[in-house]
């Protein structure tokens, strides 16, 4: 009787082993969707330490509510730090970014010499979120990005400004 449950034991240990050893997750933004009319969904690699490295996509994003630029899309990549060490990649997470925004269409202007220049910007930040996972494959996350513009190409030359922007979020989130 003490050989079989040794067994049972060992099955349920091995199934639990293979369930925490997620690597990847993906996630899709609710509240963006809703709030801002974006199209928000982003890959996660776990890493070791508890950090992770993650894409990030950002469709019909208005980056610049001054122009009305309908047709302006994002990436970013971000290195995440989790806090809880006993919680697998999990919990608070802290998300330094480098954020690049394009947009496909051109944008029309009046000055001649300049007509139909695409706009784009670089960016930097960090994230700041609050993440659950339930039972080790659906769960949710809460946060915030917090970002500047540094180097903006709107319709001439470049330019080095400081734009502050605040991103809220909600995501789903799904392991694999």
């Known amino acids: 009787m003490g050989l079989n449950f040794a067994k049972a034991q060992s099955i349920t ?3 639990i082993t293979v369930k925490s050893h997620r690597k990847n997750e993906v ?8 709030q801002n009319k974006r199209v928000k969904f982003s890959f996660e690699r776990f890493l070791k330490n508890n950090t ?3 894409i990030n996509t950002i469709l019909f994003e208005n ?3 001054s122009y009305h630029i309908p047709h302006t899309h994002s990436v970013n990549i971000r ?9 697998n990649h999990q919990g608070l997470s802290f998300s330094p ?3 690049y925004t394009k ?5 029309p202007t009046s000055i001649s ?3 139909n220049r695409k706009i784009s910007s670089i960016g930097f930040g960090n994230g700041l979120h609050w993440k659950y996972i339930f039972k080790n494959k659906i769960g949710f996350q809460i946060g915030a990005d917090v970002y500047a513009n540094f180097i903006r190409r709107k319709v001439g030359p470049i330019e080095l400004n400081f734009e502050n922007d605040l991103n809220l979020n909600c995501n789903l989130n799904y392991r694999f």
Not at 103 to 107: A, L, Q
Request: proline letters at 3%.
């Open 27 to 34: 996630s899709f933004d609710i509240f963006q969707l809703i």
């Open 13 to 15: 240990t091995d199934s």
């Open 103 to 107: 947009s496909f269409k051109d944008y």
């Open 63 to 65: 980056s610049d509510a």
């Open 113 to 115: 010499e300049y007509q």
């Open 97 to 99: 970014f480098v954020k």
């Open 52 to 54: 992770s490295i993650s």
């Open 79 to 87: 290195y995440s730090f989790y806090v809880n060490p006993s919680k």
